[in-house]
C-alpha cells in the first residue's frame, strides 16, 4: 500500500467507478423487468454490481495478483452454491431461489471483472462499452420495445460512457507522470468534460424531439395496426381506438380502455370468461370478488390517466403467464402474500378460470392470487373455452363484490352492516410507514384537486374513523338533488369538457363540479382523490366486475366485455386493501348481454402428473419412458434434481396424446421432448406422500410399473397459426425493432469511426494551417505541436524531459533533423523580445517539410498509417502537450 496515491485512488473511484456503476443502473433495470417472473429487484442487482467493481478495484490498485484472488472468489461462490442446494425449499422455491443466485453471482462476477479490468487495462472501457451496448439492443429486441425513449435512454448512455472513460482515463495516467499534479484542475477539467458531454446530448434531443415523436407515433400505429385505411372517417378512426377487432371482425375487450378519463366508453358483449369462486358469505349466499387485473399507483394529470408504476415500493400483484405453466403443475408466488398486508379476517379461496373471449396470456383471479395450476377442459366444452387454471388466492373476509347500493338481500345487508362495524375498531395509521403513506397519498398540485380537498372535507365533517369518511363519501355519490333525482348517474358518454379554454378545465373537473355524469374510471378516480386528500391511502385496481346472475349455480359467474371495470382500494391498517366501489349503479352491467351458461362440468381429478424427457417410445406395445424430474401425486409435488432423477415406464393404451391442443397419434411424439404424464387411476390416489427423509427410490417402489396413464403432452408440432393480419402486424414491429437495432449500432459504429479518424484529421489539419500561415509567431506554435504530435503518435512521447533535452538527445541523433535548434528559436521567439535573424526566420518556414520527411521516411506507409489511427495516443498528447514546461 506504500506506492498507493489515495488521491489518485479516490479520483478513480469517483470518476471512473461511480460512472460506471450508474451507467449500469438502466441495463440492470431493464434486466430485472426480463427475469421479471423472479421478482428480481433492480436496485438489488445494482447494489451486488457496485459491491463487486467497487472491491475488486480497491484489491487489485493494491498489487493484489487477479488470479489468486479470483480463485478465492470462486470457491466462495461455489461453497455458497453448495449450501443453498442442500438447503430444504419447497419445489417452487427451489427453482426461484437458485435462479436468483446464478443472476446475482453473473452480475457480481461481472462487476468484479470489471473492477479488476479497469484498473489495469487501459482498453477495457472501450469493450465494456460495446458489450453494454450490444446487450441493451439484445434487450431491446427481447422485450419487444417500441418506446423510442426507453430504447435511447438505454443506449445513449453506454455511448456517452465511452467517450467520457477514455478521457478520464487519459487524466489518471496523466497524474502519473506528473511531479506535482494540481487535483482541483483535474476535477474541473473531468466536471466541465461531462457538463458539455451531457449538454450536447440534451440540445441533440431537444433537436430531434419532434423527429422522435414522429417515429414514436409510427411504432405505435405499427404495433397496434392502426392507420391501414387512409380513406376511413374520423369516426370510424374512434372507433378502432376503442374496439380492437378478431378475424372474424368481432369487436375485443380491450381493458386499456379504463385507465383515462375519456369522452366516451365502448364496451363489448363478448364472454370473456367464467370463474367458479368458492367463498360464500353462508351456506346459501355466495360472496363473489372483483377480479384483478392489476393495481394503477401513479396519475397523470396531463393526460388524465392512471399508470402502473414500475418502480412501486409494494409488489403485491402475481402476474404469471398460465400459457408458460406445464399442464397440472403449478406456480406459486408466497411473496406477495406479504405484501398484501393483510394480517386478520383472511381465509384461502379456490377459484378455477375458464377462458373463452379473453387472451389466455391474459391472468385474471381475485386479489391477493399466490399460485396459478393449468387444467384440462373436458371434451364437450372446448368448442365454447380455449383455456382453463385454478387460482389460489388469499381473500379478506371483508370484501364483497356486490352491487349493495340497490340489494334487498338481507343477508348482504346484515354482512355490510357487520363489516362496517369490524372495521370501526381499526387501528388509524400513526403505526404505518412514513414512505408508504406518502406514496399513497400523494395529490397532484393545481386549483382542481385543492377544490377537490374542500369537497372531501366538507363531506367527512365529524367523521371519525376512516370507514365512516369512506361510506360518507360513498353517501355522496348516492345522494339527490334538489329535484329529488340522483345527483350523480353512470353514463359511457359523458361528453368533452364544455370549455377547454379555461384554466384547469378538465374530464375530471367537469365530472365532479357540473355535469356528475361519468362512468367507472370517473367514479374511482375521483374518490380517489377525496380519500387521499384525507390521508387514507387509496389506489385504483383495474379488472373485472363480478356479478351474481344465477341462483341454480350458485358460486358461478360470467363475465362479459362490458364487465370490464375500475374502482378503488383503501388501505386499512391490519385488513389490507379492500375494495370499495364508489361507481352508482349499472343496470347494462348487472344484466347479461346474454343469458348465463351452463357451468363446464370439473375435469376428472388427477392421481398422478409427472414431467420429464422421453427416452423411449414403443408404437407397439404402446409403452413410454420417460426421464422424470417433477412429479405431483394427489397434490403433493416432489422436485427431482440431477442426481436422483427417475426412469419411470408407462402404459399409454389407454392414453389420448395432445401437442398442445390438438389430439396426435404416438406415432408422431418425438424423443427427447418434454412429455406431461397424467393419470386419473384411482388405484394411485391411495400412494401415501413422500415421507422427507425417505430417499426417492425407495418411494418410487410404491408406484406400478409401469404407470397406467390416460393423457400425454407434449409440445406443439405444427407452427404457431397466426391470421394474416397478425402475422404482418408482428413482422411489422419486429422489422420497427430491427430497423431501431441497426441504426443504433451504426451509430456507435459511425462514432467508433470519427474517433479513430480524428488524430489523420487533426495532422492534416495542421498541414493545411503550416502551409497557409504567414506569421512567423503562429507557424512557430504549430511546427511545435506538429513535431510533437508525430513523434507522440509514433510511439515517442517526450514524458518528463525538458523540450531541449528531448530534441537534443533523442529526436536529432535518431532521425537527423535539426530540431534542436529549432527548438532554440522557439524559444527565444515566446520568451524574448529579440528579433530574429533571416537564417532563424527561414529555419522556421522550412521546418515543418524538412521535419516531417525525416521522421516519417523512417517509417513504412502502414506503419503510419497504423501509428495515426490510435486514438488513445492523441488524447493523451491533446491533454498532456500544454501541460509540459
Request: proline fraction near 4%; include cysteine.
Amino acid at each position: 500500500m506504500k506506492n498507493i496515491d489515495f488521491k489518485e485512488l479516490a479520483l478513480g473511484l469517483i470518476f471512473l467507478i461511480l460512472p460506471t456503476i450508474l451507467i449500469m443502473y438502466p441495463l440492470l433495470g431493464f434486466l430485472a423487468e426480463y427475469y421479471s417472473l423472479l421478482f428480481i429487484d433492480k436496485h438489488f442487482l445494482i447494489s451486488v454490481f457496485a459491491i463487486g467493481i467497487v472491491t475488486a478495484y480497491l484489491l487489485h490498485k493494491t498489487k493484489i495478483r487477479f488470479l489468486i484472488i479470483f480463485g478465492l472468489l470462486i470457491l466462495v461462490i461455489n461453497i455458497l452454491y453448495n449450501s443453498i442446494s442442500s438447503a430444504s425449499f419447497s419445489e417452487f422455491d427451489a427453482y426461484y431461489v437458485a435462479s436468483r443466485f446464478k443472476i446475482n453471482t453473473i452480475i457480481f462476477v461481472f462487476g468484479w471483472f470489471s473492477g479488476f479490468a479497469i484498473s489495469k487495462w487501459r482498453y477495457y472501457l472501450i469493450f465494456f462499452s460495446i458489450l453494454l451496448t450490444t446487450i441493451s439492443v439484445i434487450l431491446i429486441s427481447d422485450l419487444e420495445m417500441a418506446n423510442v425513449n426507453n430504447m435511447i435512454w438505454l443506449v445513449a448512455p453506454t455511448v456517452l460512457f465511452l467517450f467520457y472513460g477514455l478521457f478520464v482515463k487519459e487524466q489518471l495516467k496523466s497524474i502519473k507522470k506528473q511531479e506535482k499534479t494540481n487535483y482541483a484542475m483535474v476535477v474541473l477539467r473531468i466536471t466541465l468534460f461531462s457538463l458539455i458531454a451531457l449538454f450536447l446530448f440534451w440540445a441533440t434531443i431537444q433537436l430531434l424531439d419532434s423527429k422522435l415523436n414522429h417515429i414514436q407515433n409510427e411504432i405505435t400505429k405499427t404495433k397496434d395496426g392502426e392507420g391501414d385505411d387512409e380513406n376511413s372517417e374520423k369516426e370510424g378512426e374512434e372507433d378502432d381506438k376503442d374496439s380492437k377487432k378478431d378475424s372474424n371482425g368481432s369487436s375485443q375487450f380491450n381493458i386499456d380502455d379504463y385507465l383515462g378519463l375519456k369522452d366516451r366508453l365502448k364496451v363489448s358483449d363478448e364472454l370473456l370468461f367464467c370463474a367458479n369462486i368458492d367463498n360464500f358469505i353462508n351456506e346459501t349466499t355466495p360472496n363473489p370478488q372483483y377480479i384483478t387485473l392489476y393495481h394503477l399507483n401513479q396519475y397523470n394529470p396531463a393526460l388524465e390517466q392512471f399508470e402502473i408504476d414500475p418502480d412501486s415500493i409494494v409488489r403485491d400483484l402475481f402476474l404469471p403467464n398460465p400459457t408458460k405453466i406445464p399442464q397440472y403443475f403449478s406456480q406459486q408466488n408466497d411473496s406477495v402474500l406479504v405484501y398484501d398486508k393483510m394480517e386478520r379476517a383472511t381465509k384461502q379461496v379456490k377459484s378455477t378460470i375458464y377462458i373463452a373471449g379473453l387472451s389466455p396470456e391474459v391472468f385474471v383471479a381475485p386479489s391477493t392470487a399466490y399460485a396459478c395450476q393449468p387444467i384440462s377442459i373436458e371434451e364437450e366444452f372446448k368448442e365454447d373455452y380455449k383455456f382453463a387454471y385454478n387460482v389460489y388466492s388469499e381473500v379478506s373476509e371483508l370484501n364483497s363484490a356486490y352491487f349493495v347500493y340497490n340489494t334487498n338481500n338481507q343477508s348482504i345487508v346484515d354482512y355490510q352492516e357487520s363489516r362496517y362495524r369490524t372495521l370501526r375498531q381499526a387501528k388509524n395509521y400513526d403505526g404505518e410507514d412514513d414512505r408508504f403513506m406518502e406514496y399513497y397519498t400523494e395529490m397532484p398540485e393545481g386549483d382542481l384537486y385543492n377544490q377537490i380537498d374542500q369537497l372531501a372535507d366538507s363531506l367527512t365533517i365529524g367523521d371519525k374513523t376512516t370507514i365512516d369518511k369512506i361510506l360518507s363519501i360513498r353517501n355522496y355519490f348516492l345522494s339527490e338533488d334538489e329535484y329529488g333525482k340522483p345527483l350523480y348517474t353512470y353514463t359511457l358518454t359523458p361528453g368533452k369538457v364544455t370549455d377547454p379554454n379555461i384554466p384547469n378545465a378538465s374530464m375530471l373537473g367537469e365530472f365532479i363540479f357540473n355535469t356528475h355524469e361519468g362512468y367507472c374510471t370517473y367514479f374511482a378516480t375521483s374518490s380517489l382523490f377525496m380519500l387521499r386528500s384525507l390521508g387514507i391511502p387509496t389506489r385504483v385496481a383495474v379488472g373485472f366486475m363480478t356479478v351474481d346472475r344465477s341462483h341454480k349455480t350458485p358460486g358461478w359467474y360470467w363475465f362479459y366485455g362490458d364487465q370490464g371495470h375500475a374502482w378503488t382500494q383503501v388501505y386499512i391498517p391490519e385488513y389490507g386493501w379492500l375494495d370499495f366501489d364508489m361507481t352508482v349503479s349499472n343496470s347494462d352491467a348487472e344484466q347479461a348481454p346474454q343469458p348465463d351458461g351452463t357451468p363446464p362440468t370439473p375435469p376428472t381429478k388427477e392421481t398422478f402428473v409427472g414431467k420429464g424427457v422421453i427416452t423411449v417410445v414403443d408404437t407397439l406395445s404402446r409403452r413410454m419412458e420417460v426421464r422424470v424430474d417433477q412429479i405431483i401425486i394427489n397434490d403433493n409435488g416432489i422436485s427431482l434434481d440431477s442426481t436422483n432423477v427417475v426412469n419411470m415406464k408407462f402404459d399409454v393404451n389407454q392414453a389420448k396424446v395432445f401437442a398442445g391442443e390438438e389430439i396426435i397419434p404416438l406415432q408422431k411424439v418425438q424423443l427427447g421432448d418434454t412429455a406431461v404424464m397424467v393419470s386419473f387411476d384411482y388405484k394411485l390416489s391411495r400412494i401415501r406422500k413422500k415421507n422427507k427423509n425417505e430417499s426417492i427410490e425407495k418411494y418410487m417402489q410404491l408406484f406400478p410399473d409401469p404407470v397406467t396413464i390416460m393423457e400425454v403432452h407434449v409440445p406443439e408440432i405444427e407452427e404457431e397459426k397466426l391470421s394474416e393480419t397478425d402475422k404482418e402486424e408482428d413482422v411489422s414491429v419486429i422489422e420497427t425493432i430491427t430497423d431501431w437495432s441497426i441504426y443504433i449500432l451504426s451509430l456507435l459504429l459511425f462514432l467508433v469511426f470519427i474517433l479513430v479518424l480524428s488524430p489523420i484529421c487533426y495532422y492534416w489539419w495542421l498541414s493545411k494551417k503550416a502551409k497557409n500561415n504567414n506569421s512567423i509567431v503562429e507557424l512557430s506554435e504549430v511546427n511545435y505541436k506538429n513535431a510533437h504530435f508525430i513523434l507522440n503518435q509514433m510511439g515517442i512521447p517526450r514524458n518528463h524531459q525538458t523540450s531541449m533535452v528531448y530534441a537534443r538527445d533523442l529526436i536529432d541523433p535518431k532521425f537527423g533533423t535539426n530540431f534542436e535548434a529549432f527548438i532554440k528559436i522557439y524559444q527565444k521567439l515566446k520568451y524574448s523580445k529579440v528579433e530574429l535573424t533571416s537564417e532563424e526566420v527561414d529555419l522556421i518556414q522550412s521546418f515543418h517539410s524538412d521535419f516531417n520527411q525525416k521522421v516519417l521516411s523512417k517509417y513504412s506507409k502502414s506503419e503510419q498509417f497504423l501509428n495515426f489511427i490510435k486514438p488513445n495516443k492523441w488524447i493523451h498528447f491533446m491533454l498532456n502537450l500544454n501541460l509540459k514546461k
